[in-house]
């Protein structure tokens, strides 16, 4: 069976706390509601999915019509266990991180250090001198600044590239990790358009897009 998204996951775990505190599922309304989602059909395309990830069954023409399939401590351990893939980060010229929400990797973020993690495929070569190899998947735990040297995914103007920071006042210094790329060195008024996403924590090896130890 299919990992939730995290909106599937928001959706599956509100069904189940209410099933447990009143005894019978919510009613399509009440999600919207309750989750604050603009329509009922976005509920309704997500609860398809979910069902046909395995997690619930719905009974059509019936106002309750949802009925738990697996059950949550399982369906929870499953996000505990594993990292989302979020898309694409650049290791050379920024480019847009687009996010791929349905996608999961089977590694405990244990392995990785902890806390909220998530992963970005590499693509360029700017950091191949940290080990950091066009194709491999990045994996990033989630906070909005970092010390000095550390390598960060930051996002440029909705543009997002990995690298290592170098912050003074007034200064903040982007170093690539391959003689072959420029520094990229952002002033006090630009600085404001930086955002760092998180910390490197580490590199999952890929070859023909499949895990490898």
Known sequence: MKNLTDKQSRIYKFIVAWQR?????????????NLEFRNI??????????????????NPGKARGIQLVRPPAQAFRQHEESIPLRG???????IWAEENIGEYLPIPPAFFG?????????????????????????VIRKQDCVDDGEIAAVLIEQEATLKRVYSSPGLLVLKAENPA?????????????????????????????????
């Open 114 to 138: 902890g806390g909220e993690l998530f992963a970005l495929n590499v693509s360029g070569d700017s950091m191949i001198g940290a080990g950091i190899r066009n194709g491999d998947i990045a």
């Open 181 to 213: 790329f420029e520094e990229l060195r952002y002033t006090k008024g630009e600085i404001e358009t930086i955002l760092i996403l998180g910390r490197y924590q580490g590199i999952i090896r890929t070859r023909n897009n499949r895990w490898v130890s």
């Open 21 to 33: 505190e009143e005894g019978y599922p919510p009613t399509q309304a009440e999600i919207r509601h």
């Open 41 to 58: 059909n976005t509920v309704r395309g997500h609860l398809v999915l979910i069902e046909k990830k395995g997690y619930i069954h719905l």
């Open 88 to 94: 694409t980060i650049a290791a050379g010229v920024p």
